[in-house]
């Protein structure tokens, strides 16, 4: 059973129930866009956490990355980054840990948080195959299905499965001119692996018995876009566009199977080709709901790729992408801390927030029109409450040291609001 397959047959189930009221549609409506694969809910039948929509006429969402590296393996630092991350608003959270013991460290995290929970099986399967000082290049096939049904079994919510990366495309992309070549880790584990053992991908090849496993567990497949642009120059390439082609048949395969499916998008790219782009993906892959890393829109800002993040995502959402990829100060730099996660996440929700007021999305709407007002009437208690974040802007006033409420100290007496207050 999953959520689309009781969407077919028009039943309500309660993870249905608790989405529609929190995204105040109706059910009818949801079942609808559920059973059409425009909307999926990540919600393993044998995990606990709570159901939360993704896609067509829904908020924005937000996904947090967290997770141990070799050389940074602190599973209380990382416990820690999920909880504030979904303090501050992420809807998600992906253990993407290839540090020790990553069984223990992923039940922690999903212990820890109760929002959809993501992984990379081929990172886990990559940590297995150097743990027994063999190379990547070397990877059992058994050893990445033996992972996925684990971690299926496990409670995880939704997979990022690299499935769209052929042999055939491999071999374009070794005789390309890509200035950044492959970019994505899970797609370097299996564009490497190709290469060498000149066999085509196993998650491609066995794509039946990944449904087979997701539907069992109702697993949301969120199909990975392992040939992603990593600088602007590879923006919109071949590569990509190839990719995304053969990821729109995968989707439509999960999609018959009623497994719930989404796909991941790009990456870097130029303002003026992001629009083009989501509507592309949404045309060749039915409607699934698209998942996008930024898209970062210049190549030249390290420490603020947050920023260069969320110009990106909000456009994105504006032309249709549903879930974004939170990108923090430390992208292409180092593991994030905390202050980098709490960053990260506030970038990303005000991006969605952008994209779901341009959408039109009322209760959006309602949020800003309350912020309005607040504002007209000096209520700084009721502006500290709406803001993203409630403890940056109530230090900012209280550094003003200001007698009168009515005023801040950019303006002063001189202050637009205050003196035209009952007048307009």
């Not at 959809?116 to 290049?137: C, D, M, N, R, W």
């Not at 998008?265 to 083009?276: D, S, T, W």
Request: with cysteine; proline share 3%.
């Amino acid at each position: 059973m999953t959520q689309k397959s009781e969407a077919i047959k028009g039943n309500i189930t309660t993870e249905m129930e608790s989405v529609a009221k929190k995204e105040n549609i109706s059910v009818d409506k949801l079942v609808k866009l559920v059973a059409e694969g425009k909307v999926v809910i990540p919600k393993n039948i044998n995990g606990k956490t709570e159901a939360c929509g993704i896609g067509k006429g829904l908020k924005t969402k937000i996904n947090a990355n967290i997770g141990s590296s070799s050389k940074i393996d602190d599973i209380e630092l990382e416990i820690n980054k999920a909880k504030l991350a979904v303090e501050y608003g992420a809807d998600a959270i992906m253990d993407l840990s290839t540090g020790s013991d990553l069984k223990t460290f992923r039940r922690k995290i999903m212990d820890a948080v109760d929002v959809p929970i993501g992984t990379v099986p081929i990172y886990e399967a990559g940590v297995a195959t150097l743990s027994k000082s063999k190379e990547i290049i070397e990877m059992d096939e058994e050893e990445i299905f033996k992972t996925i049904e684990e971690q299926a079994k496990e409670g995880v919510d939704f997979m990022t499965l690299h499935c769209g990366i052929t042999h055939d495309l491999v071999d374009k992309i070794e005789k390309s001119k890509r200035m950044m070549g492959v970019v994505s880790r899970g797609g370097t584990f299996l564009a490497s692996w190709i290469l060498h053992n000149q066999r085509e991908n196993p998650l491609y090849e066995n794509y039946d018995y990944i449904l087979e496993l997701a539907y069992e567990h109702d697993i949301t497949l969120s199909l990975g876009d392992g040939l992603r642009p990593g600088c602007l120059a590879d923006a919109s390439d071949i590569a990509q566009i190839q990719e995304l082609v053969t990821l729109g048949t995968l989707v439509k395969r999960a999609q018959d199977a009623n497994v719930q499916v989404m796909v991941e998008g790009p990456g870097h790219m130029p303002l003026n080709q992001i629009k083009a782009n989501m509507e592309i993906q949404k045309t060749i892959c039915n409607g699934a709901p698209f998942y996008v890393l930024g898209p970062l829109v210049t190549d030249l800002a390290p420490g603020y790729d947050h920023i260069t993040g969320a110009i990106g995502g909000a456009i994105a959402a504006a032309s249709g992408a549903d879930f974004l990829c939170y990108v923090t100060p430390a992208e292409h730099l180092s593991l994030p801390n905390l202050e980098d996660v709490k960053e990260g996440v506030i970038a990303s929700k005000i991006a969605a927030e952008a994209a779901d007021v341009a959408n039109g999305l009322e209760s959006s709407w309602a949020r800003e029109k309350e912020m309005a007002i607040a504002r007209k009437e000096f209520d700084w208690e009721k502006q500290f409450k709406l803001a993203f974040d409630q403890s940056k802007p109530r230090k900012y006033r209280d550094k003003c040291e200001l007698d009168d409420d009515e005023m801040c100290a950019m303006c002063g007496e001189y202050c637009a609001v205050k003196i035209a207050k009952g007048d307009f």
